[in-house]
């Protein structure tokens, strides 16, 4: 349903291509008392942190457009594990993949179950995300420090415990029309135990690997497409030489997102803080349309502020991505139409952060390139 009517308002004129709205998502405040206003919209905006109400039953959207995910990544010397559990409203996906660094082998498990056989389940304050009938799991506790994990598709299992590091968590709430909205919190984490079974073989993975996170609760667009990036690697800088861990999440909704809006989730961990890069956007060619395969991509602020940008106050990032694997999830359904591609692979490049110059050195990382009609 959200999908039609979102279809159907953007044939008419009534969903424009950008949704302008006076939100500032670059300077920081204090989170909202609730989500969801007394006029039924997102209190939207980049928050210090978010301890209201989640009032998500009082938004006027459709509780069809409702959907919650929860993203990790786990970046070892011999491996790179993405683990997902998203209740899509309409459908639910578990999904596990793991790629080995030294042979290149490729190893995926996803498992998808249409409504009303989502077997999801979510706590009350959606930091427990289950998939109860196989008995995976993925949360975060109260404080947002400290997450576990047991998640375990087609013969491959990944469990542990991490903690939160590099600094802070992006927390924001962006906006959308109909009273539609999404409230995601972004960060690292640091392995403190884990284990990976891949069919007969268990491998107890190394203590303080880096990862990634997302979580995200809210009303969706029903016509959803957005490219996005996630890597926790060591970053050097130009100025001191020192070595430093680094983390890196840029979203941005791609030309067939209706309405597209603007809503600079760029960005970037260092030294104990988060920085949002001010701009960003995404470069390559599909080489092969019929699968999806791509050049190298990209990942960068315009190249007119490129070179405007030196000043002691400066931030702007211009990384390169080489696509190495791929999977694919197409689906051509009544009720939803999907084209979720996941990239996996090198990304190194530089970034500038008030001034100061940081090597990314070369680190596995994960891409996005999806369009979902739900």
């Known amino acids: 349903m959200p999908r039609i009517l979102d ?5 008419a004129g009534r969903t424009p291509e950008f949704l302008e709205e006076d939100v500032d998502y670059l300077t920081p405040r204090d989170g909202p008392a609730a989500l969801i206003g007394a006029d039924g919209r997102y209190d939207a905006g980049w928050f210090r942190s978010f301890d ?49 660094k030294a ?4 190893d995926v498990g996803s498992r998808t179950a249409l409504a009303p056989g989502n077997p999801l389940r979510l706590s009350a304050d959606l930091r427990l995300f289950k998939d109860l009938p196989h008995g995976c799991f993925i949360s975060v506790d109260e404080s947002g420090d400290s997450f576990a994990f047991s998640v375990h598709v087609d013969g491959l299992h990944c469990s542990g ?3 939160r590091v590099l600094g802070p968590a992006l927390v924001q709430a962006t906006r959308y029309q109909r009273g539609r909205g999404a409230l995601q919190w972004y960060g690292n984490l640091a392995l403190d135990a884990g284990m990976l079974t891949l069919g007969e073989r268990v491998i107890v993975l190394p203590v303080d690997s880096l990862g990634t996170y997302d979580r995200t609760v809210g ?25 430093s861990p680094m983390g890196v999440q840029v979203a941005r909704d791609r030309e067939g997102a209706r309405p597209r809006v603007e809503s600079k989730k760029y960005a970037v961990w260092v030294g104990g803080r988060l920085y949002k890069i001010p701009s960003a956007r ?5 080489l092969d349309e019929a699968e999806r395969r791509t050049s190298d991509w990209r990942i960068h602020s315009p190249d007119a502020e490129l070179a405007q940008l030196s000043g002691p106050a400066a931030s702007w990032l211009d990384l390169r991505f ?46 996005e390139e999806s369009h979902l009609e739900l």
């Open 7 to 11: 279809r159907l308002d953007a044939a």
């Open 52 to 100: 209201g109400v989640l009032n998500l039953q009082d938004s006027p959207a459709l509780h069809l457009s409702l959907q919650r995910w929860f993203h990790l990544t786990l970046d070892t010397p011999e491996h790179f594990i993405v683990m997902n559990l998203a209740d899509m409203g309409k459908a639910a996906n578990t999904a596990l993949l793991v790629v080995d």
């Open 103 to 106: 042979t290149g082998h490729f």
């Open 161 to 163: 415990r991490a903690r």
């Open 219 to 243: 009303h969706q667009r029903g016509i959803q497409s957005w490219n996005w990036l996630a890597a926790a690697g060591q970053a050097r800088c130009v100025q001191t030489g020192r070595v």
């Open 282 to 286: 995404f470069e390559y060619t599909v």
């Open 322 to 367: 080489r696509p190495l694997h791929h999977r694919r999830e197409l689906k051509r359904l009544l009720i939803a139409r999907t084209d979720f591609n996941q990239y996996y692979g090198p990304v190194s490049g530089r970034v500038m952060l008030e001034g100061r110059l940081f090597d990314l050195l070369p680190t596995f990382a994960v891409t």
